[in-house]
């Protein structure tokens, strides 16, 4: 390892950087992770990158629960446009968060 790599790594621990239990994929070496870049103590290479299609991640993100959710939330939200009493408009919007926060969980 040399002194350059060697300071980068202390450094990147300090600032909050993870050593990661997988070895460098190039010289079997120690790396260091911060903010999704992975940084090999021993050569200093960088795993390359890969592209993944945008296809196959709207592919697993469109499960039918999410399907179902965002059909609902569509039901709600036309609810609430049509509504004029303000304890139902109420209702309805504590019911469009509830699928909203659910929706984030999901993803």
């Known amino acids: 390892m040399t002194e350059e790599l060697r300071k980068k790594a202390a450094e990147m621990l300090l600032n909050g950087a993870t050593l990661l239990s997988e070895p460098c994929p190039y010289c079997k070496g120690v790396r260091v992770m911060k903010e999704g870049h992975a940084l090999c103590t021993n050569c200093g290479r960088v795993p390359e990158e890969r592209k993944i299609s945008t296809d196959v991640i709207q592919e697993k993100t469109e499960t039918p629960l999410k399907?179902?959710?965002?059909?609902?939330?569509?039901?709600?939200?036309?609810?609430l446009e049509q509504e004029i009493d303000h304890e139902k408009q109420q209702s309805i919007l504590k019911s469009i968060n509830l699928v909203l926060e659910m929706i984030e969980k999901i993803k």
Do not use: A, G, I
């Not at 399907?67 to 609810?79: A, H, P």
């Open 67 to 79: 399907k179902t959710l965002q059909k609902k939330l569509d039901v709600l939200s036309k609810e």
